[in-house]
């Protein structure tokens, strides 16, 4: 594990990494503002958020290294961007005032979250082509918002049922918008897919769904609760999990874990704090897999963490 640090402020989280161990993020800075990141191991941490932005976040970079995440444009207004080879692109809106994005595929697909039109409501939009925005609707709420993109256009995430439920979904070009359901809970959310089409999300406990099987409880590290947050195409699982223990502080200690093909749950370990979280994963490069994440620090403070797996 690699303690990434901050950008002069107290809280940093990892939220995306790459094939070659490029991680992505938020941090904050002295002045206490939210900051986009980007680490590598040459460079350190680099605030990429840009003189002109107030606040701006990192949520996912893919294998070319374009990043995308949401910042402020010159009009005061919150716009997913996408960073391609040293340049800034505004991915616009469905309509309203905000919008962010939280997903980019190999192709420089981009899925994410935008406001709509006329009214507070936010959509999960998914952009196929450059220019072109489409509005993935709900499962008959007023909310849905894409966590993830897969090389095939295949979206995931959460979105609304008409009865005001949040429900994981599966949205495909042909198929259009999938109620997943949930492990039995109110409510549930898909948070990443592979290009299998195996998708890992949370309702109370981690799930990986398939469309063999259906969801499937992964269970916990012995706590009450899990989530898994992302699956690369071998398979590998990774996200947070209550231990059954307490921390220091008397908090429920919650660990980053990587569950593997076979379906070995791995506790990831912390820094000091004790707490952890994975939320991506890397595909697999000469025998080495990049986790992204955070951990709390011996003196309580959340820093984003890089762990590297080498696989046997």
Same mark, same amino acid.
């Given at each position: 594990?690699?303690?990434?640090?901050?950008?002069?402020?107290?809280?940093?989280?990892?939220?995306?990494?790459?094939?070659?161990?490029?991680?992505?993020?938020?941090?904050?800075?002295?002045?206490?503002?939210?900051? +986009?990141?980007?680490?590598?191991?040459?460079?350190?941490?680099?605030?990429?958020?840009?003189?002109?932005?107030?606040?701006?976040?990192?949520?996912?970079?893919?294998?070319?290294?374009? #990043?995308?995440?949401?910042?402020?444009? !010159?009009?005061?207004? %919150?716009?997913?961007?996408?960073?391609?080879?040293?340049?800034? %692109?505004?991915?616009?809106?469905?309509?309203?005032?905000? !919008?962010?994005?939280? +997903?980019?595929?190999?192709?420089? /697909?981009?899925?994410? %979250?935008?406001?709509?039109?006329?009214?507070?409501?936010?959509?999960? %939009?998914?952009?196929?082509?450059?220019?072109?925005?489409?509005?993935?609707?709900?499962?008959?709420?007023?909310?849905? #918002?894409?966590?993830? &993109?897969?090389?095939?256009?295949?979206? &995931?995430?959460?979105?609304?049922?008409?009865?005001?439920?949040?429900?994981?979904?599966?949205?495909? +070009?042909?198929?259009?918008?999938?109620?997943?359901?949930?492990?039995?809970?109110?409510?549930? &959310?898909?948070?990443? #897919?592979?290009?299998?089409?195996?998708?890992?999300?949370?309702?109370?406990?981690?799930?990986?769904?398939?469309?063999?099987?259906?969801?499937?409880?992964?269970?916990?590290?012995?706590?009450?609760? !899990?989530?898994?947050?992302?699956?690369?195409?071998?398979? &590998? #699982?990774?996200?947070?999990?209550?231990?059954?223990?307490?921390?220091? /502080?008397?908090?429920?200690?919650?660990?980053?874990?990587?569950?593997?093909?076979?379906?070995?749950?791995?506790?990831?370990?912390?820094?000091?704090?004790? /707490?952890?979280?994975?939320?991506?994963?890397?595909?697999? /490069?000469?025998?080495?897999?990049?986790?992204?994440?955070?951990?709390?620090?011996?003196?309580? !403070?959340?820093?984003?963490?890089?762990?590297?797996?080498?696989?046997?």
């Amino acid at each position: 594990m690699h303690e990434l640090g901050t950008l002069g402020g107290s809280v940093s989280l990892a939220k995306a990494v790459n094939r070659a161990g490029h991680v992505v993020g938020t941090s904050r800075d002295a002045s206490g503002r939210g900051r +986009a990141f980007l680490w590598t191991d040459a460079q350190g941490l680099v605030d990429l958020g840009g003189s002109g932005s107030v606040k701006s976040s990192a949520s996912d970079i893919n294998d070319a290294g374009e #990043i995308v995440g949401g910042a402020h444009t !010159s009009g005061g207004e %919150f716009h997913a961007y996408l960073l391609s080879e040293g340049l800034s %692109f505004d991915l616009g809106t469905l309509g309203g005032s905000e !919008s962010e994005a939280l +997903a980019v595929n190999r192709l420089g /697909q981009v899925a994410g %979250f935008s406001g709509v039109r006329g009214d507070a409501r936010k959509h999960a %939009f998914f952009i196929p082509d450059p220019g072109t925005m489409l509005d993935l609707g709900t499962l008959g709420g007023a909310t849905s #918002i894409a966590q993830d &993109v897969n090389d095939r256009g295949a979206v &995931v995430g959460l979105a609304e049922t008409q009865s005001g439920e949040p429900h994981a979904f599966l949205w495909t +070009a042909t198929g259009g918008m999938q109620d997943l359901g949930t492990l039995g809970e109110a409510s549930g &959310v898909a948070l990443g #897919i592979n290009n299998r089409g195996e998708i890992v999300g949370g309702s109370r406990h981690a799930f990986l769904w398939t469309e063999q099987t259906g969801m499937v409880d992964l269970g916990t590290l012995g706590g009450r609760t !899990s989530f898994a947050s992302a699956i690369n195409d071998l398979g &590998v #699982i990774v996200g947070a999990s209550e231990t059954g223990e307490r921390d220091d /502080q008397g908090r429920a200690l919650s660990r980053a874990f990587l569950r593997t093909p076979e379906g070995r749950m791995v506790d990831l370990g912390a820094l000091a704090g004790g /707490q952890s979280a994975a939320a991506a994963v890397s595909e697999e /490069q000469d025998g080495v897999l990049r986790i992204a994440g955070h951990s709390r620090d011996a003196k309580g !403070s959340i820093r984003a963490v890089r762990w590297t797996v080498h696989l046997t």
